[in-house]
């Protein structure tokens, strides 16, 4: 018999953006009840009732206060209670809410270190209202929880039904990237790569794909040098500890039959190069995938959307697929869990 899983947990996001209209709409499909899976939502109950009451949904909120979170029922929300520090109008950010996100972070990351969560899905944060807030020392989402995890290196990873992209390098200005290309990103991203393909999607032998910095990979140095000097180097080294790697590749053809349909991964080395393609493959269908955490995180490919806020019209496509990604990873990290036994 399959052991059970934990319950998903889901935090909100900025609690003026879309998330709580997301996690609102979620609770009210019957079908995700049906499905059975465990989850619970992170955040103030009073958020959850004033925006379904926007959204004119009829929604019961009950606080979870102990470890066990019951079979989901269409229209009732389960939820581990994290306060508001001032109301909440749709569409309105405020500083003053910045502990709040945070905190909501701070839940689910230390449920699912402590195994009372399998994993943790995450609705979209405002960075700037977080900065703005004086929050000392914090640069994102996916850099919060490394921080709070302990880990040195962590990778994003944005996946489709058919697509898996990782970056080397993220949210950086485009004159930075060249020099953030080294052999200890380009290898450190790569082991993350394979070893949580191999953890969380059960391939045991992962196929990399990996894309050139520069223009045709370089044309042999008269395009810049990284992707011979740096780049190749890496790679070769990898291949010899038995990693199947192929590249650096033409970043213009990389991503074209030929390549994706022999490889579990593609590696980019800077955002803007690999994740136009993923996103044109299947924006709003999209998950976006921590790697290198000691716990399963996955979060929606879009932003915070203020503008649809209690509007109705959010699309929840992206956040399906981000719960169905996490719930596979969770999955895989049990049976393999189970069969190092």
Partial sequence: MKAELAPLVITPGEPAGIGPDL???????????ASGARWVAVGDPRLFEARAVALGRTLEVELV???TVPAPIPGVLFVWPVMLKRPVTPGRVHTDNARFVLETLDVAIKACREGR????VTAPLHKGVIIDSGETGFTGHTEYLRDACGVSDVVMMLATEALRVALVTTHLPLRAVSDAITDESVTATLEIVAADLSRYFGIESPRI????????????????HEDGTIIAPALERLRARGMKLTGPLPADTAFTPRYLDVHDAMVAMYHD?????????GFGRAANITLGLP???TSVDHGTALDLAGTGAAERGSLDVAIE????MARSATTSSTQSL
């Fill in 209 to 224: 794909g990996v894309c050139g910095l520069n223009p045709h990979a370089g044309e042999g140095g008269h395009l810049g």
């Fill in 325 to 328: 990604q996490a719930l596979t």
């Fill in 273 to 281: 190069q690999g994740l136009p393609v993923l996103k044109y493959a």
């Fill in 65 to 67: 206060t102990s470890d």
């Fill in 23 to 33: 996690i609102v709409d979620l609770a009210c499909d019957p079908a995700v009840a």
């Fill in 295 to 297: 716990i399963i995180r």
């Fill in 117 to 120: 969560a399998c994993a943790m």
